[in-house]
């Protein structure tokens, strides 16, 4: 099964400045397929990201995915206070599926 | 717009079996999907557990393979959970998900705590 590894563990930044999170897999994830989520308590995760890049239905464009194979990114550019949450990465290439143990982005 | 919603008990005895039912609205569930559940205990992360396509196949995650089972009932639109043998530690919202390459709809979630 992949692993993935998300860094940093929590991230303090305030609003308007730029965020970075980071998913490392222990293998190549086939087929870039990986993807972002946003959890705010007490909520269901929503998606932001999938195929590595792509970013669903309704999401900002402040939000965006990059990477390949074992390394991926999600930036999010200009924070607003809706976003500080709770991020994980997931990859859905190779079976069984599997989560990062997630990004806390608080506020600084 | 296709809506998810998780039922079932909220309280497991230990060494039973979990049961929730997931009720989709708004889609087939006979559609190109697989339909997936992920579970997350209080406090902690997210698990996948499994996923089921219309045709019948399923996947598991490998260290709830032998307790979990998914099944699909296409005349209710639904589909269901069952995890045997619970202990404490399957404690968690359970959540029901659609996978349309990705996981893009969500049940609200269903806290099941396991306790005598």
């Known amino acids: 099964e992949i692993v993935l590894t998300q860094s940093p563990g929590t991230l303090s930044l305030s609003p308007g400045e730029r965020a970075t999170l980071s998913c490392r897999a222990s293998?190549?994830?086939?087929?870039?397929?990986l993807a972002w989520f946003q959890q705010k308590p007490g909520q269901a995760p929503r998606l932001l990201i999938y195929g590595a890049s792509n970013r669903a239905t309704g999401i900002p464009d402040r939000f965006s995915g990059t990477g390949s194979g074992t390394d991926f990114t999600l930036t999010i550019t200009r924070l607003e206070p809706e976003d500080f949450a709770v991020y994980y990465c997931q990859q859905y290439g190779s079976s069984p599926n599997t989560f990062g143990q997630g990004t806390k982005l608080e506020i600084k | 717009q296709v809506q998810l919603q998780e039922s079932g008990p909220g309280l497991v005895r230990p060494s039973g079996t979990l049961s929730l039912t997931c009720t989709v609205s708004g889609g087939s569930i006979s559609s190109t999907n697989w339909w997936t559940w992920v579970r997350q205990p209080p406090g902690k992360g997210l698990e996948w557990i499994g996923e089921i396509f219309p045709s019948g196949i399923t996947n598991y995650t490998p260290s709830l393979k032998s307790r979990a089972t998914i099944s699909l009932d296409k005349s209710r639109n639904q589909f269901s959970l069952k995890l045997s043998s619970v202990t404490a530690a399957d404690t968690a919202v359970y959540y029901c998900?659609?996978?349309?390459?990705?996981?893009?709809?969500w049940g609200q979630g269903t806290l099941v705590t396991v306790s005598s």
């Open positions: 293998q190549s994830v086939t087929s870039d397929y």
């Open positions: 998900v659609r996978d349309k390459g990705g996981l893009d709809y």
